[in-house]
Structures are given as C-alpha cells and as structure tokens.
Nanobody, 127 residues
Framework: HVQLVESGGGSVQVRGSLRLSCVAS????????MGWFRQIPDKEREGVAG???????SYADSVKGRFTVSQDRAKNTLYLQMNDLEPEDTAMYYC??????????????????????WGRGTQVTVS
C-alpha cells in the first residue's frame, strides 16, 4: 500500500557528491524505520544506511563518514546525502520502509528482510 519513489541518481566523478530522495505516498517518514540499500547486478543487495522513528541512524562501514541519511516528515521524504563518492559506490540505490518503529541499529537495521516496502531504485554511477 505504500509507494516509494527514489530520485536524484546520476553519473558523477570520483570524489563527487549526490543527494538521493525518496518520497512516500503515505505518512511513513518519521514514523517507521527507513533504509537505503544498493545493489550491483549479480551481487547481493546490501544495506547502506537506516534511520528510525526517533532519528537514530545506522551506516554500513563502507559509507560511514561519507553518507548521511535524514528525513523530512512534513515533506514525507527520506534523503541520502552521498559525499566523496568512489567507483565502488556505483549501484542501483533503493529506499525501503519497515513496519517497525525501531530497528535496533547495526546490523539488524541494515538487513533487507527487516523491510516490507521497496522503491523502484535510482542508478548511481561513479567514474
């Protein structure tokens, strides 16, 4: 019942920045766990960042210090600010929402089976 639409992907140079957005069709942002995941073809989808209803955040070690997840409840939008991008960050990025209000941090909050609804994805290419 929840529709999620990602945007903001594109092609950037190494060390460049992008900000991804995820708009939810219903009032979800700030009420439940939200997460960002990424996937390369033929590889397992991996959790990148998560944010809980109280604003607590979790990050994969590979992006810690470079990526920042945030949410705007009024706009019903989730964001992922990505800085200092590397070629290894190239992937399709997805946002997702869980029915849980709290996801108890890493690693649980970055496990894809915790999440119930998924967006269509937005491609990020770093070269």
């Amino acid at each position: 019942h929840v529709q999620l639409v990602e945007s903001g992907g594109g092609s950037v140079q190494v060390r460049g920045s992008l900000r991804l957005s995820c708009v939810a069709s219903v009032d979800t942002i700030g009420r439940y766990c939200m997460g960002w995941f990424r996937q390369i073809p033929d590889k397992e989808r991996e959790g990148v960042a998560g944010i809980e209803s109280d604003g607590s955040t979790s990050y994969a070690d590979s992006v810690k210090g470079r990526f920042t997840v945030s949410q705007d409840r009024a706009k019903n939008t989730l964001y992922l600010q990505m800085n200092d991008l590397e070629p290894e960050d190239t992937a399709m990025y997805y946002c997702a929402t869980s029915q849980k209000a709290y996801c108890r941090g890493v690693p649980y909050a970055l496990q894809d089976d915790v999440y119930d609804n998924w967006g269509r994805g937005t491609q990020v290419t770093v070269s």
